[in-house]
């Protein structure tokens, strides 16, 4: 079986400044440098058939480049607890769009269509069962904001979780002018 998901990695600049955030929120698992990426489609845990059709399905997405920036953070929670710490990217309607296109990919590959509403961010921290309290971190870092950069392609990863946690590995890399390198899986 294969944990995948569909993902923009931002350029070192700007994972350098989200990893500069690291710090100061009591029970945080900060995110390293390998794990900080634009989530554009969860897929979960797949056979190497379904993996392979949807790999070749996303080959055929065609897109413009488009600029994205990092602003402001947030957090969600689970049942009133706080688990996740994020940075928002915007504007969202271009990668809105291309969330939808992927979806589509994913649901032609037979994979259920995806059900929550897409709000594109990049995962800083997550907490425990017991949560965490953020409101100073969100209040010191609500004005965040960093230099545009292009996104003109996206990547399939497979996730493989271990003992310090999960690594994320490309499997195969997309353009937006259509096409990929083949898919390692």
């Known amino acids: ?11 070192a600049a700007i994972r350098s400044l989200l990893l500069s955030l690291s710090g ?8 390293d440098d390998t794990q900080l990426h634009l989530t554009l489609r969860f897929i979960g845990e797949v056979d190497r058939h379904r993996a392979n059709d949807t790999a070749d399905l996303l080959a055929g997405i065609r897109f413009a480049p488009f600029d994205v920036r990092i602003e402001g953070v947030g957090s969600f929670d689970r049942k009133g607890v706080v688990d996740t710490l994020w940075a928002g990217v915007q504007p969202r309607d271009p990668l809105a769009q291309l969330h939808r296109k992927i979806d589509r990919a994913c649901v032609r590959a037979g994979l259920a269509p995806e059900g929550r509403a897409y709000l594109p961010h990049v995962t800083l921290a997550r907490f ?3 949560g965490g309290l953020v409101d100073g971190f969100l209040a010191v ?9 292009r996104v003109d392609g996206f990547s ?10 999960a690594r994320y590995e490309a499997v195969a890399d997309y353009s937006g002018e259509g096409g990929s390198a083949a898919p390692a899986l």
């Open 1 to 11: 079986m294969h944990r995948l998901f569909v993902a923009i990695r931002p350029p």
């Open 24 to 31: 100061g929120v009591e029970g945080a698992r900060w995110q």
């Open 128 to 130: 425990g069962r017991s």
């Open 141 to 149: 870092h609500a004005g965040l904001s960093s230099p545009a950069f």
């Open 156 to 165: 399939l990863f497979e996730s493989r979780i271990g003992h310090d946690g």
